[in-house]
C-alpha cells in the first residue's frame, strides 16, 4: 500500500495556480513528524520544495519557491496541500509528496535522504 498518495496536477499556463493535495493512506497524518514536497524535473535531481511539520505547525519552503507556494494540513482529513501560485515554466516536474515518523532540525528537513516514506507522484508542466 502506498503511504501517501498526491494529486491535483496537470498542464497549466504561466502565471497561474494549482493546489496539490497529498492524502495519508493507511496512517492519520499525525504519525509523521513532518510531511514534505520534492520535485524532479528530466534529467535533474530530486529537488526539495516545501514541508510541514506536525507541531506548530512549522514550515519550511525552497528559495526558489518562498512567497508563491504555501504549504498546510488538514489533520481532519489526513492531507497536505501544496497551493502553487504564478507557475513558473521552471516548476514543471514530478511532484512527490514524502514523510518522515522521526524529528528534524534545519537541512536535516529538507534532505531527501531523511525521508522514509514517498507517494507515486503527480505530473506538473508549466507553458510559457
Known amino acids: 500500500q502506498v503511504p501517501l498518495v498526491e494529486s491535483g496536477g496537470g498542464l497549466v499556463q504561466a502565471g497561474t495556480s494549482l493546489r496539490l493535495s497529498c492524502a495519508s493512506s493507511?496512517?492519520?497524518?499525525?504519525?509523521?513528524?513532518?510531511v514534505g514536497w520534492f520535485r524532479q524535473a528530466p534529467g535533474k535531481e530530486r529537488e526539495f520544495v516545501s514541508a510541514?511539520?506536525?507541531?506548530?505547525?512549522?514550515?519550511h519552503y525552497a528559495d526558489s519557491v518562498k512567497g508563491r507556494f504555501t504549504i498546510s494540513r488538514d489533520n481532519v482529513k489526513n492531507t497536505v496541500y501544496l497551493q502553487m501560485n504564478s507557475l513558473k515554466p521552471e516548476d514543471t516536474a514530478a511532484y512527490y509528496c514524502?514523510?518522515?515518523?522521526?524529528?528534524?532540525?534545519?537541512?536535516?528537513?529538507?534532505?531527501?535522504?531523511?525521508?522514509?516514506?514517498w507517494g507515486q507522484g503527480t505530473q506538473v508542466t508549466v507553458s510559457s
Open positions: 514524502a514523510a518522515r515518523s522521526d524529528s528534524c532540525s534545519g537541512d536535516g528537513c529538507r534532505s531527501r535522504e531523511h525521508y522514509s516514506y
Open positions: 493507511g496512517r492519520t497524518l499525525n504519525y509523521y513528524y513532518i
Open positions: 510541514i511539520t506536525r507541531s506548530g505547525p512549522f514550515t
